[in-house]
């Protein structure tokens, strides 16, 4: 006897008994295969069960089919599970389907199972509830032996082990449900309901998958999480011929029955036909069970009704969804019955499952229900290693799925996926997660699942604890594929492991959680932590705040009170409070060290009154430090985006996209972001909020990149003007959607808007407004119901579009229009021909209005048209010199402007038009093109392109560029804190030392530094 077996007396006593058998010529074989098994007594127990509930004749067979069938995987499966051995003991011809019938090289999906069991349902068991029950069951059993022998024989993944499990459990559903579905109308009546279009239709039902089921992942053990939904209470059971000829006919049946039968209602019916799918998939039987069902999801749990209608779900959901029904919905799909009424079910509850902005309360709650679970096995079984449920177990990686699909697919749709491992690549593949960390969350998973398909085959039991007896465990090793080495046990070498996965698993999970971690209290000076603590008297919070550098110290020690205790009005929950009573440290040391503190700390104090008891937002903050790190570095820099986060708490979740940091988009870019979301919505006051919305996250993006250095100034203006070119086209295709509903397309659709000033050169600046032509191409009228003139059609729609760009909705407005330098100002119309506009420039253009046609560029609209109407435009505006009354009339009002607007003395100076400044630079440039024909809508491409051609000096061309660059910096700096133009600089004074300090000067005397950088380049 080879050693090996733990009990050889046992396996001798075996192996005898086996000689015995028309096998006895392959002992030899037997022993060492066994050997090889995962469990060598348990091998040569198990074959010789098998062997011996089949007659001679049947083995004599199988002796003699060498090319078919083998004794090896027969052995294994009989040395790892005595659950599959038992369906091998029980009926012969499960062994002849798995071993003689290509079993093991089969794999199944949905509609193979469907085909299979449609089969085996003759005529006369369609109408028989036994007959069905018997037949699920027998075909679960023979399809459990053989899904379990290719995952046990390693002749399958992991995936299309689970994969295939799920689709047997779905194909028995469907069966079901369709059998019971027809009973019951043949026992009560067809279910019928009245449509929201008011016709009578029969009533649908679905039954949606959820947890394992539903993201085709279920394990040996699973329940099937599973709940009923029905089209509708509003309706009735009606009674075909046959099912009043079976109540009438039926003469044990009493009247009370029939009148209940003809009263049920749709509610009742479905309720009933919920019961009835329970039990023949539930329900233990001499041929034991399908699958067991858990219901527990459903609507009110287990005090719910057991099926629902669409709108008493959609009514719960809305009104007492919680966050784990959120997370068990993700995961939903429908298995059975209707697919569209099911389908129509999921995509009603999207607004509930994934919310439009960032959730990060729900990090919390998720947080809460592992801790439940931690606390529970605690309790149960302290000693226990829990695959499932444990420390860096199967749980813990679904709960982090589940985690960045409740916080991010709500804005971002790549990300819904049902299945874990699918939802793992995405992440990665969206930038949610590292590459390292997908692969490692990949692997584990992948480990951690085989190993609980291992624990439970061996028995066929619902557990996911590692044994704890020594052979047992040696057992689960060897299954695992481990073996002894030279110097370690097999089983060792997996507690190692598995030990190292649960390491790697729980290190990733812990980084959802936010922990009052060292990190947030570096550099919180010991002043900070005094004037935040409650015991702080007025008087020494006031002096310490003046040593902080606040400049209103008072009113600085009220916004530090506010922030800490709420107004009286404040309702904040502890829990909130606790998370931002723990970031205020290191939020208040950031702010100590900016510019502005005393600003900085007002808007901070506003934003946190705005957001209020919302927690989402203190964990937010709380959850990422780098948010904290820029939102400290944004407050104090512009007060103009922090009111964008002040009246729009919500878009602080942009600052967590990988988006933000994109320091450029190219226009293309731009223009199909905005398209992509202007496509989700059909609604007009939708599409301009979309609009807004759009615009806001896309200054956000432009400022944070601006402040933190990675963008000049110049490609500051470019990505703003890009932004207005797209706002601009898209407010045109708004406008020309909704009036041409009414009047139809004009005969001639030539139209193009043209850009001219600022945004005409891409020298646009946060508050700047868009300076705006209209053009048309010619007469004629529309071609709607209601006709009207080209000229009333191209109006209405100018008005649109100014109205899309200006008016001010809940989201604010998108740009300001200026359409004063159209032909004749104000009291031109606003729209005009091609042939109009041109005429008027060639006959009736003042000269200041050639300066200003030498900004214009096609922006929107026909781009052909567009861009030809320039062409001619540029060449009647560059046709003749300007002759010397010209020019002297441009230096006159070059002059009034100095005298009228700048207004300077010897301390007021203004950057823009007093002498020196910005608009002596342009308006040098500009009658320089005119002279030369030298053609350009932007002042630095036109510097480069006089120099180019010997009109100024090199020289002199860098000495009006670095001064060009340096004005625009200051007037960038200066609009990115109010979102207002405010030219004018006063020697010694506060706001000339924060500018200088936001302009990079360092220390007390960054005012005067600034102003010396100001006289010297004027």
């Known amino acids: 006897m080879t050693s090996g077996f733990s009990d050889e007396k046992k396996a001798l006593d075996n192996i005898k008994l086996l000689a015995s058998t028309p096998l006895r010529d392959y002992i030899r074989d037997i022993i060492e295969h066994a050997l090889s098994s995962p469990s060598p007594d348990d091998a040569v127990n198990n074959l010789e069960r098998i062997i011996a509930s089949y007659s001679e004749k049947i083995v004599k067979s199988l002796t003699l089919q060498p090319k078919t069938f083998s004794l090896q995987p027969v052995i294994y499966i009989a040395g790892a599970s005595n659950f599959l051995s038992n369906i091998l003991v029980k009926d012969s011809s499960n062994l002849e389907c798995l071993f003689l019938k290509n079993g093991l090289s089969t794999k199944k999906v949905f509609e193979d199972f469907s085909k299979e069991l449609n089969k085996l349902c003759p005529a006369s068991a369609r109408n028989s509830f036994e007959a069905i029950a018997k037949i699920l069951r027998q075909y679960r059993g023979r399809e459990y032996l053989r899904i379990g022998a290719r995952d046990v024989l390693n002749l399958a993944t992991m995936e299309e082990t689970t994969q295939e499990l799920s689709d047997l459990a779905s194909s028995c559903l469907a069966l079901a449900c369709r059998f019971c579905l027809e009973k019951l109308k043949g026992d009560y009546g067809v279910p019928m309901f009245i449509d929201t279009d008011g016709t009578e239709k029969e009533a649908e039902f679905a039954v949606i998958g959820m947890g394992k089921l539903g993201g085709r992942e279920l394990n040996f053990s699973s329940d099937i999480d599973i709940i009923y939904i029905y089209s ?31 009263d049920l209602s749709l509610h009742a019916f479905f309720v009933k036909l919920s019961e009835l799918i329970t039990k023949l998939i539930g329900q233990v039987t001499e041929d034991g069970i399908v699958f067991r069902v858990d219901l527990n999801l459903r609507p009110e749990g287990k005090n719910g009704d057991l099926a629902n209608s669409l709108r008493s779900a959609e009514i719960y959901y809305e009104s007492w969804g919680q966050t784990w029904e959120r997370a068990a919905m993700l995961k939903a799909r429908t298995v059975a019955g209707s697919v569209k009424l099911g389908e129509g079910f999921l995509k009603m509850l999207e607004p509930f499952i994934y919310r439009r902005y960032l959730d990060f309360t729900a990090i919390e709650d998720i947080k809460g229900m592992k801790e439940k679970i931690d606390l529970s096995l605690l309790r149960r079984a302290p000693d226990t290693i829990d695959v499932k449920l444990g420390y860096g177990g199967i749980r813990e990686i679904e709960f982090f799925v589940q985690a960045m699909q409740i916080i991010n697919a709500g804005k971002d749709k790549e990300i819904r996926a049902k ?43 619902q557990t996911q604890a590692i044994p704890v007896k020594a052979n047992e465990i040696t057992k689960l090793a060897r299954m695992m594929g481990f073996r002894d080495e030279a110097g370690a046990r097999a089983e060792e070498l997996f507690r190692e492991k598995y030990s190292g996965v649960a390491e790697d698993v729980h290190e990733i999970y812990e980084k959802l959680f936010y922990k009052p971690s060292e990190e947030l209290k570096e550099g919180v000076s010991k002043d900070v932590s005094i004037i935040l603590s409650d015991e702080i008297e007025k008087g020494e919070g006031i002096e310490i705040l003046k040593r902080l550098g606040f400049k209103e110290p008072e009113k600085a020690f009220e916004n530090i009170r506010l922030l800490k205790h709420g107004s009286a009005f404040a309702h904040i929950s502890q829990k909130a409070r606790n998370i931002l009573n723990k970031i205020l440290p290191f939020l208040i040391s950031r702010i100590t060290s900016s510019p502005d503190p005393d600003m900085a700390l007002t808007h901070l104090e506003r934003f946190v009154s705005r957001i209020g008891g919302r927690g989402i937002f203190y964990s937010l903050l709380a959850e990422n430090k780098k948010v904290m790190e820029l939102l400290v570095k944004l407050i104090p820099t512009s007060a103009f985006l922090s009111h964008t986060f002040i009246e729009h708490p919500e878009i602080m979740d942009y600052l967590l996209s990988i988006d933000v940091h994109k320091p450029y988009k190219n226009k293309d870019e731009i223009r199909k972001e905005l398209s992509l979301i202007l496509d989700e919505v059909s609604d007009y006051e939708e599409k301009l909020d979309a609009l807004r919305r759009f615009k806001n996250t896309e200054i956000l993006r432009i400022g944070i990149n601006d402040i933190f ?149 096609f922006a929107a609209g026909d781009k052909g048209f567009g861009d030809e109407t320039i062409s001619k435009l540029h060449s009647i505006i560059y046709a003749g010199k300007p002759i010397d009354k010209d020019i002297t ?33 342009e308006f040098a440039v500009q009658i320089l093109q005119l002279k030369n024909n030298v053609r350009s809508q932007n002042t630095m491409q036109g510097l480069d392109k006089l120099s180019g051609q010997g009109i100024i000096n090199r020289n002199d061309c860098d000495t009006l560029k670095d001064a060009y660059n340096f004005y625009r910096l200051m007037e960038n700096r200066i609009r990115i804190v109010h979102d207002r133009a405010d030219d004018v600089l006063t020697k010694g004074s506060d706001d000339v030392l924060k500018l200088g300090k936001r302009m990079g000067f360092e220390g007390d005397d960054a005012g005067d530094r600034l102003m010396e950088c100001y006289l010297n380049h004027s």
């Open 232 to 262: 509708s209470d509003k309706g009735e059971v009606v009674k075909t011929p046959d099912t009043r000829q079976q109540t009438t006919d039926t003469r044990h049946q009493t009247s009370d029955n029939r009148q209940q039968t003809s």
């Open 419 to 461: 299945n874990t491992l699918e939802t793992i690549e995405l992440l990665e593949r969206q930038g949610y997660i590292t590459a390292e960390d997908s692969n490692i969350l990949r692997e584990s998973y992948i480990f951690l699942r085989n190993v609980e398909h291992k624990i439970q085959i061996v028995e066929g039991r």
């Open 709 to 857: 250095g990675e963008i000049d100034i110049s490609t500051v203006s470019r990505q703003i003007a890009f932004l207005a070119d797209a706002a601009i086209e898209k407010s045109c295709e708004i406008g020309l959607e909704e009036i041409s509903k009414r009047y139809g397309m004009p005969s001639d659709k030539r139209f193009a808007v043209l850009a001219l000033g600022k945004l005409g050169g891409e020298e646009i600046t946060y508050s700047s407004d868009l300076d705006l032509i209209f053009v048309y191409g010619g007469a004629g009228e529309t071609n709607g119901l209601k006709k009207v003139t080209n000229h009333e059609f191209f109006v209405k729609l100018c008005q649109k579009i100014i109205a899309a760009l200006s008016v001010i909705t809940r989201e604010g407005f998108v740009f300001k229009v200026d359409a004063r330098l159209r032909p004749s100002g104000s009291s031109g119309p606003i729209v005009i021909t091609e042939e109009a506009f041109l005429k008027y420039h060639e006959s009736k253009a003042e000269i200041w209005e050639r300066q200003a046609g030498i900004k214009a560029r």
């Open 889 to 921: 009339e441009l230096l006159r009002i070059r002059k009034r402007m100095e005298l009228e607007i700048a207004k300077e003395t010897s301390d007021r100076y203004n950057i823009k038009t007093g002498k020196g400044g910005l608009v002596d630079i």
